[in-house]
């Protein structure tokens, strides 16, 4: 569990980080490419107010410009005169761009109808021409510089970015022991304080249950005598769940052997078939035979046990439970289905809870303790398992839990 949880906080730490990452960048570059668009357009627009020419004072223009831009300035354009007569191109102000492949790209912009945007490297706009009716001319302004400055700051943005996130991941994998050792300290005293709780519980109850046959003999039977033996078997069965379900949690070394998973689900089908029937309840099974696992066949058997002992405590009155065990995309799948009065879909996150019971009255005449499941979610969890639970109406219940084969 420690384990799970230094992998959750490191892993939960570092989507964060990932997440405030990205929309630093995203922000800083959107904001940088929306400021060189803007830049673009009004450079354009200053030329097509001024018939293709930069007005002699650029500062009056309502932005500071650098006295060099004049000249750092690379614009061409092409003019449809709207007649069949060829474009006019003017290409004096670039060297990059020849007549023909200004041609090219006011050809691509007409046959797409848009009036603005990029063509390659270049910022274009598209207006209408006093020259005639019909005639458009096409402005193009060379942003090859500044588009290559962008993707520079991209690129260090992002590398720089990847190289805090790798060095963050790596003091957080150094120091998430030492930040979640409080956690863990407190955690290992828990288990240790249920384990030896449990041992010491032990001696009293058995001496207790002997004093009460003891008792039983020199009184005979009494309804007093019997509550004392029952309370004390509740109770033992209480401390004997604790302790097993700390030392699975603790992830125990157990005996790992290769066994018929297809007859030990069969056979606690059998077994409690007959306890549901004494019950008015029906218990169906559909195992695929001959399935075969390797685990501790112990603690299996003890989970699917768990399963049915939960299921026919809890199904109503002439209700149904059903078990099946198959093959499901490449691994082995136990489920148990039993009807119930009603469940709250919400209540069944909390199913696998230590204490949890959906009866909020903790009515003691199912003779549960809210344990169980817990106890088949550690086995699972032990063996590599996945366990859950569903409900499609909140009148039934469906738990299941896969193994990799």
């Known amino acids: 569990m420690i384990r799970k949880l230094r992998i959750r906080l490191v892993a939960a730490a570092m989507l964060s980080l990932l997440v405030v990452l990205t929309a630093i960048v995203g922000t800083a570059g959107v904001i940088n490419y929306r400021n060189i668009i803007s830049d673009a357009d009004f450079r354009l627009q200053l030329l097509t107010d001024n018939s293709g020419m930069l007005p002699a004072d650029l500062n009056d223009q309502g932005r500071h410009f650098s006295p060099e831009m004049p000249f750092e300035m690379r614009f061409f354009t092409v003019l449809y005169s709207g007649s069949d007569s060829a474009p006019t191109v003017n290409t004096g102000r670039i060297a990059a761009v020849d007549e023909e492949q200004a041609v090219s790209y006011a050809d691509q912009i007409m046959a797409g109808g848009s009036t603005s945007g990029f063509v390659a ?74 384990t030896d709780a449990g041992h010491e519980l032990k001696t009293p109850l058995t001496v ?17 005598l019997d509550d004392i033996r029952k309370q004390t078997t509740r109770l033992a069965d209480l401390t004997n769940s604790l302790v097993f379900l700390a030392r699975m949690e603790e992830q125990p070394q157990m005996e790992y052997t290769e066994f018929s998973l297809s007859d030990a689900a069969q056979e606690a089908a059998d077994d409690y078939k007959t306890v549901a029937e004494s019950k008015g309840k029906t218990l169906s099974a559909a195992v695929v035979p001959d399935l075969r696992m390797c685990g501790d066949e112990k603690t299996i058997r003890r989970l699917i046990a768990i399963f049915l002992d939960n ?52 009515n003691s005449k199912t003779g549960g303790y809210g344990l169980g499941l817990s106890i088949a979610s550690a086995i699972a969890a032990s063996h590599k398992g996945k366990i859950t639970a569903s409900t499609a109406d909140e009148k039934s219940l469906l738990i299941t839990v896969t193994f990799p084969s």
């Open 311 to 362: 299921a026919v405590k809890y199904t109503d009155e002439h209700g149904e439970i059903r078990l099946s065990l198959d093959r499901w995309r490449g691994q082995l799948r136990l489920q148990v289905y039993n009807t119930t009065e009603h469940i709250d879909r919400d209540s069944l996150t909390h199913l696998f809870d230590r204490f949890y019971r959906t009866d909020a009255s903790r």
């Open 121 to 194: 490297t270049y910022r274009y706009i598209v207006i209408e021409n006093a020259a005639g009716a019909g005639s458009k001319q096409v402005y193009f302004l060379d942003c090859y510089r500044e588009l290559q400055s962008f993707h520079n700051f991209l690129r260090t943005s992002i590398a720089v970015s990847a190289a805090g996130f790798l060095a963050v991941l790596l003091l957080l994998i150094l120091t998430s022991q030492r930040i979640i050792r409080p956690v863990s300290e407190s955690y290992e005293k828990q288990k240790r304080f249920i």
């Open 208 to 224: 207790i249950s002997a004093d009460t046959e003891v008792l039983e003999m020199d009184y005979g039977e009494n309804e007093w």
